[in-house]
């Protein structure tokens, strides 16, 4: 591959990570069809790497690539269409607008990004799909990526991303931020979806680096937006905004020199960013007073890490008495697998591998990499290195990011090697 070409495709995949949201956003608002934004924007970026290859990187690629898949969605459809009397019921006022660089640094509210939410967040949709659909759309996830997150087969993720993309375009749902008194009714899927998308920055679920800053950065944006689209605050807005923060004040901490994982016992906590722990702590406060909801519990998790100095001086006992709650007030397989964790630091880890053996049991998590994960660590304290070492391989197995694989693989060596020595 020519140097040319490698610098094209070093800038379109630079662009795709940090702009993908933003450019679909704006095409599903010129274009009105989320299947023709998507598609056409895919093209675009395969047609840059051609085009920037000879002519370099434009002044504004962002504003290319939406030019460019909206020429491309004007060719399909006059192919598709041969009347000139089609194209003019398919929505003329679009076909002549030019696309300008929007200063997308602005903190104008609201932008194509929040009405892409809040259109996928619609109630007409189940909750399931209003927060796939906008992982797909706004945060660029692969349809496998998307199922992982769910703990589903990829075939059924797949069904449900039609389903509600279909249900959208029949139904009419406008592309617009609601009215303020038709916020709350959304509000619970808009703050999922932007916490999944802040995972996927936090903990990208494949590739090489362990945290993409642009992703969280772009979550805790939204996240923002949404706290001060709606008056007075809601607590769980407010403690999504404080969550996103208190895991975001660890981001430097949490990989090495050579970009290999820093598990939280051992990550050195003055590279913790007290700023962001200083904003969010208040915050925790606030959300706390609005009542014990999910999000509002996991922050208050998350401050009692960032409140301990070192590790040992984590409150763990009032950490589990919180998932105790919040396995009441949502539970499902990860809270209760992130509770057994917790119970592991206050009364051993035996106690705590009969609960993650009896979540095993259901099948819910046997995809889930981070279950064999902790089932391996919970083995590997306990000493039984073989059993521990058939969970750290199958643990391996599932992981798509580099950086955990290199992790998990490296505790599999000290198993294996400790079991040797026995």
Same mark, same amino acid.
């Given at each position: 591959?020519?140097? /040319?070409? &490698?610098?094209?495709?070093?800038?379109?995949?630079?662009?795709?990570?940090?702009? %993908?949201?933003?450019?679909?956003?704006?095409?599903?608002?010129?274009?009105?069809?989320?299947?023709?934004?998507?598609?056409?924007?895919? @093209?675009?970026?395969?047609?840059?790497?051609?085009?920037?290859?000879?002519?370099?990187?434009?002044?504004?690629?962002?504003?290319?690539?939406? &030019? *460019?898949?909206?020429?491309?969605?004007?060719?399909?459809?006059?192919?598709?269409?041969?009347?000139?009397?089609?194209?003019?019921?398919?929505?003329?006022? %679009?076909?002549?607008?030019?696309? @300008? @660089?929007?200063? +997308?640094?602005?903190?104008?509210?609201?932008?194509?990004?929040?009405?892409?939410?809040?259109?996928?967040?619609?109630?007409?949709?189940?909750?399931?799909?209003?927060?796939? =659909?906008?992982?797909?759309?706004?945060?660029?996830? @692969?349809?496998?990526?998307?199922?992982?997150?769910?703990?589903?087969?990829?075939?059924?993720?797949?069904?449900?991303?039609? !389903?509600?993309?279909?249900?959208? !375009?029949?139904? /009419?749902?406008? +592309?617009?931020?609601?009215?303020?008194?038709?916020?709350?009714?959304?509000?619970?899927?808009?703050?999922?979806?932007?916490?999944?998308?802040?995972?996927?920055?936090?903990?990208? #679920?494949?590739?090489?680096?362990?945290?993409? *800053?642009?992703?969280?950065?772009?979550?805790?944006?939204?996240?923002?937006?949404?706290?001060?689209?709606?008056?007075?605050?809601?607590?769980?807005?407010?403690?999504?905004?404080?969550?996103?923060?208190?895991?975001?004040?660890?981001?430097?901490?949490?990989?090495?020199?050579?970009?290999?994982?820093?598990?939280?016992? $051992?990550?050195?906590?003055?590279?913790?960013?007290?700023?962001?722990?200083?904003?969010?702590?208040?915050?925790?406060?606030?959300?706390? !007073? /609005?009542?014990?909801?999910?999000?509002?519990?996991?922050?208050?998790?998350?401050?009692?890490?960032? &409140?301990?100095?070192?590790?040992?001086?984590?409150?763990?006992?009032?950490?589990?008495? =919180? +998932?105790?709650?919040?396995?009441?007030? &949502?539970?499902?397989?990860?809270?209760?697998?992130?509770?057994?964790?917790?119970?592991?630091?206050?009364?051993?880890?035996?106690?705590?591998?009969?609960?993650?053996?009896?979540?095993?049991?259901?099948?819910?998590?046997?995809?889930?990499?981070?279950?064999?994960? #902790?089932?391996?660590? =919970?083995?590997?304290?306990?000493?039984? *290195? #073989?059993?521990?070492?058939?969970?750290? #391989?199958?643990?391996?197995?599932?992981?798509?990011?580099?950086?955990?694989?290199?992790?998990?693989?490296?505790?599999?060596? $000290?198993?294996?090697?400790?079991?040797?020595?026995?």
């Amino acid at each position: 591959m020519s140097q /040319g070409v &490698q610098d094209a495709a070093a800038a379109v995949d630079a662009v795709y990570r940090s702009d %993908w949201g933003r450019i679909v956003a704006a095409l599903i608002r010129l274009l009105g069809d989320f299947d023709l934004a998507e598609e056409t924007a895919q @093209e675009a970026f395969t047609a840059a790497i051609d085009q920037w290859r000879d002519s370099g990187v434009p002044e504004f690629p962002r504003a290319w690539i939406i &030019q *460019t898949a909206r020429h491309k969605a004007i060719d399909r459809l006059r192919r598709r269409q041969k009347s000139s009397e089609a194209l003019d019921a398919h929505g003329p006022s %679009w076909f002549n607008r030019t696309v @300008e @660089e929007p200063d +997308y640094d602005t903190s104008e509210i609201p932008d194509d990004r929040l009405r892409l939410i809040f259109t996928c967040c619609h109630p007409a949709l189940a909750l399931d799909a209003q927060v796939a =659909l906008t992982l797909r759309t706004l945060g660029g996830l @692969e349809t496998d990526e998307i199922a992982r997150a769910f703990l589903v087969p990829p075939a059924t993720m797949a069904q449900r991303l039609v !389903r509600a993309k279909r249900k959208i !375009r029949d139904a /009419g749902i406008p +592309y617009v931020v609601p009215d303020t008194n038709d916020m709350p009714a959304r509000l619970d899927a808009v703050l999922t979806v932007i916490y999944l998308i802040f995972n996927e920055g936090y903990a990208p #679920t494949r590739g090489g680096p362990l945290v993409r *800053t642009d992703i969280s950065a772009e979550a805790i944006r939204l996240g923002r937006l949404v706290r001060a689209l709606m008056t007075p605050a809601p607590a769980e807005a407010t403690a999504l905004v404080a969550l996103m923060l208190l895991h975001d004040s660890r981001r430097d901490a949490r990989t090495d020199a050579a970009g290999d994982l820093v598990v939280l016992e $051992e990550q050195d906590r003055t590279r913790w960013n007290q700023q962001q722990i200083a904003e969010a702590l208040p915050l925790v406060e606030t959300a706390l !007073r /609005g009542g014990p909801g999910p999000f509002a519990l996991q922050a208050a998790i998350a401050a009692l890490h960032c &409140q301990a100095a070192r590790a040992e001086e984590t409150d763990w006992p009032q950490i589990v008495r =919180l +998932y105790d709650v919040l396995e009441r007030v &949502q539970p499902s397989p990860v809270v209760a697998l992130n509770r057994a964790v917790a119970i592991a630091m206050v009364v051993g880890a035996d106690p705590a591998l009969a609960l993650v053996d009896a979540l095993g049991a259901q099948g819910d998590l046997d995809g889930y990499h981070l279950f064999h994960a #902790t089932r391996a660590d =919970l083995l590997r304290r306990l000493g039984r *290195t #073989t059993d521990a070492a058939t969970a750290y #391989t199958r643990a391996i197995a599932l992981a798509s990011n580099d950086a955990e694989r290199r992790f998990l693989e490296r505790r599999l060596r $000290e198993v294996e090697s400790a079991g040797s020595a026995a």
